[in-house]
């Protein structure tokens, strides 16, 4: 396909750029200059930080690699390098105070939105249709998830509230789960213009027939395997969950307790009964593998995801998203914080795959089995620190995306990668069985 015409790839760009900002303000508008500086958890940087970094990073690509500039501010650079300074320390660094670090954000912002008035969008492959825009447009969405998780870890009183999402339409009930059929699909792309180095390139890969939960697992269910005593059972357990589950005195997902016979949690400062209908959040990939083995199940692997989420059986082709190529909108998933909780189980049917799969966009991450590695003919791109130095088996696959992040930096190639006990993550699952032999071959 021919790449759109560099006004259209202006208007996108820009339009992406100020969603994020105005995204970004909110969550750091909301709270006063104390809560700003502070360290809401060991786990996080405080929001000033994150506020600063997402500034730093749009002059280092935008202002010096794109457009030519000489650095604003050379000296704060190693301030904001994530790899400089681990989160826990970045409390004590001498980082700029709020009102400079709004101060540098908007001057970098100002000076960038001239570089793209600029820019032709080919020559090189930061330009070519308009990628560092929309890596930086990513990048600042990625923070505003990071920073809407130190919301959700804060103390105190609500700074921010949402519309809750509309109860999921009447109509039968949904199979619990789907069958895929066995064959080759292609994964990853070569040609989604802002997609990130570790989604490319497209390359063909097959699987089995398999089964996959039509939608994430509830806490409904997830109570079950929780009361039936599945934090006590080492059966249900890979070895270093259930060490670290000890350790850490872990008996329900982050933010939940029992309370009077029901179990109540926290969500953005209000204490509320957990729902049943909802997706579970906040459990770590321990958690959701020793949910799977429970039921008799386990968790998806990466492959299988992104088949469910992308093959269309009828046409043999991979699109960007389930429900096919058109860009995400309020019908199809719960994404940009437009909600600050998933959608009950059954919601979106707008966003449905082929094949019946529901909420694979939005809502929840989705741990898999699989650990993050490159794909054939991977190659780093604009800078290592992205995607190539995470690579290997300690980190596991997230797919699908959150409520809480930007449908810029959500697609069906879209990949995360976290550490196996993180949980203050938005994250959930779903699982998945083999099919019997015979069944979903061709
Ligand atoms: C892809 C979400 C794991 O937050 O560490 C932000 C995204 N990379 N700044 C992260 C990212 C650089 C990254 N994750
Ligand atoms: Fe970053």
């Known amino acids: 396909a021919a790449a759109p015409p560099p006004e259209v790839l202006r208007e996108r760009a820009l339009a992406a750029l100020l969603r994020a900002r105005e995204r970004t303000s909110l969550l750091t508008d909301c709270v006063d200059e104390r809560e700003l500086t502070a360290q809401h958890s060991p786990l996080m940087s405080p929001l000033v930080w994150d506020l600063a970094h997402i500034g730093n990073q749009e002059e280092q690509w935008l202002l010096r690699a794109v457009g030519g500039h000489d650095p604003i ?5 190693p301030l904001y390098d994530a790899f400089e ?17 709004r101060r540098y954000a908007a001057e970098v912002r100002g000076r960038a939105l001239d570089v793209l008035e600029r820019s032709a969008f080919r020559g090189t492959p930061l330009t070519d249709a308009g990628f560092a825009f929309g890596m930086i447009a990513q990048h600042e969405q990625q923070h505003d998830e990071t920073m809407l998780i130190t919301h959700q870890l804060r103390r105190g009183e609500a700074a921010l509230t949402a519309p809750d999402p509309a109860p999921p339409p009447e109509g039968p009930e949904l199979p619990g789960e789907v069958l895929v059929p066995a064959g080759e699909f292609t994964m990853g792309t070569s040609t989604e213009p802002w997609a990130l180095d570790n989604e490319r390139p497209a390359h063909r890969v097959s699987t089995g027939a398999y089964y996959l939960d039509t939608t994430p697992v509830t806490n409904g269910a997830y109570l079950r395997f ?10 249900w357990w890979h070895p270093e969950g259930l060490l670290h589950l000890r350790r850490q005195q872990i008996t329900a997902p982050l933010f939940w307790r029992r309370e009077g016979g029901r179990w109540l949690r926290r969500r953005f400062g ?15 990939w321990y958690e959701a593998d020793a949910y799977a083995r429970w039921a008799g199940r386990r968790l998806p692997t990466e492959r299988e995801w992104e088949k469910a989420a992308r093959h269309d059986p009828a046409t043999g082709r991979s699109t960007r998203f389930p ?23 059954g919601s979106y049917p707008k966003g449905r795959s082929p094949l ?18 490159p794909y054939p003919g991977f190659a780093a791109f604009p800078y290592r620190e992205y995607s190539e130095v995470f690579f290997g088996p300690e980190y596991k696959v997230l797919r699908g995306g959150s409520f809480a992040v930007d449908a810029v930096a959500c697609r069906g190639t879209f990949r995360n990668w976290d550490y196996p006990v993180r949980r203050q993550i938005f994250s959930g699952f779903r699982t998945a069985r ?9």
């Not at 929780?226 to 059966?235: K, Q, T």
């Not at 019946?356 to 590695?373: A, H, K, M, N, Y």
């Open 323 to 345: 429900w096919g190529d058109a860009e995400p909108t309020a019908e199809h998933a719960n994404l940009g914080q437009r909600h600050l909780r998933p959608a009950p189980a």
């Open 226 to 235: 929780l009361e039936s005593g599945g934090y006590e059972d080492p059966r």
């Open 270 to 284: 209000v204490t509320e009964e957990v729902p049943p209908n909802e997706p579970v959040l906040h459990v770590s």
């Open 73 to 77: 501010h050379p000296e704060i650079d």
């Open 434 to 442: 083999d099919a019997a032999p015979g069944e979903g071959i061709a």
């Open 356 to 373: 019946g799969v529901r909420q694979l966009i939005g809502d929840v991450w989705e741990w898999t089995s699989s650990g993050f590695d």
């Open 85 to 101: 300074h681990p989160r826990a320390e970045r409390p004590s660094l001498p980082l700029l105070p709020p009102a400079e670090a």
